[in-house]
């Protein structure tokens, strides 16, 4: 049996988590009163069914029941009943774009700001996020991206490595990658946008690839990163992680910062590793 218990932020992917899981054979019940998590339990572990894969979705829209939550998790302790628990978060930013472009009310902020709203929800929901088993930042994701890392998570049978690596050049200009595991600074390699005929093309061209890369500078640094991404990455597995985010940042992210990102989820993808390639900032500019 493998029971995992889904909740974290509003807005910030739950419906499709839940989506993600159903189409992978999961049995799913969505906004489940946590009061009712230990009566679910028995059922699915003390009687004979066919159904082997659960999961049960709460939100903060059952936030009346939430005292019952920790009881009915240290209820499945006591009963030996394993479960997991993934928890779904996203940066205030972007959950306040999310809510705007889709014009919902948070379920918190119905006399208040939709920013005081998620800061309200973040603290009630602190402790289920730190008793998570797994926890998913999908402040970078789109739909269909965590639906990718929802399958890589919970899917059997895969001979791919568990964990997601996602990849991402930005432009220091624009801002560092808030939700970064590691950040690279490549402006040290050498800059394609003093060349007038390659400042309007990007990383993913050919031509600069080779003129950043026509360094011994260059070839040396992408040697020592791969030497340290080969140590940290089974490392971080064995420590349990299960979602890495790499940034590679270069001044405007066009070029230098492109073709790093490139070359390395290039790499990465090859030793079969779950590979999210994206240029945050390569259009900009």
Do not use: W
Request: some cysteine; proline content about 3%; overall charge positive.
């Amino acid at each position: 049996m493998r029971f995992v218990i889904v909740t974290g932020l509003s807005g910030s992917g739950k419906s499709e988590a839940m989506k993600s899981l159903e189409d992978l054979g999961f049995y799913c019940v969505d906004n489940l009163p946590p009061s009712l998590i230990s009566k679910f339990a028995e059922l699915c572990y003390e009687t004979k069914s066919s159904i082997d894969k659960v999961a049960l979705g709460i939100d903060i829209r059952g936030y009346q029941f939430f005292k019952n939550f920790n009881e009915s998790l240290d209820y499945l302790k006591k009963k030996g009943y394993a479960y997991e628990l993934l928890f779904l978060t996203c940066n205030d930013d972007v959950l306040i774009r999310r809510y705007k472009a889709t014009r919902r009310k948070h379920p918190l902020a119905k006399n208040i700001s939709i920013a005081e709203g998620i800061k309200n929800e973040k603290r009630i929901m602190k402790p289920f996020e730190d008793a998570a088993t797994n926890i998913i930042d999908t402040s970078n994701m789109k739909p269909r991206e965590l639906s990718e890392t929802i399958r890589n998570t919970y899917i059997e049978g895969e001979t791919k490595s568990k964990m997601t690596i996602f990849v991402i050049s930005f432009g220091f200009k624009y801002g560092i990658l808030k939700d970064a595991d590691l950040v690279f600074d490549v402006r040290f390699l050498p800059n394609p946008y003093y060349v007038d005929e390659l400042r309007a093309k990007t990383g993913d061209e050919k031509e600069i690839r080779d003129y950043v890369m026509n360094s011994k500078v260059s070839v040396e640094f992408f040697g020592k990163l791969k030497d340290m991404i080969d140590f940290l990455i089974p490392n971080y597995i064995e420590e349990g992680k299960q979602h890495l985010v790499i940034g590679i940042g270069c001044t405007g992210g066009k070029h230098r910062s492109v073709t790093i990102a490139n070359l390395l989820a290039k790499y990465l993808d090859e030793k079969e590793y779950f590979v999210v390639k994206k240029h945050r900032d390569s259009m900009l500019g």
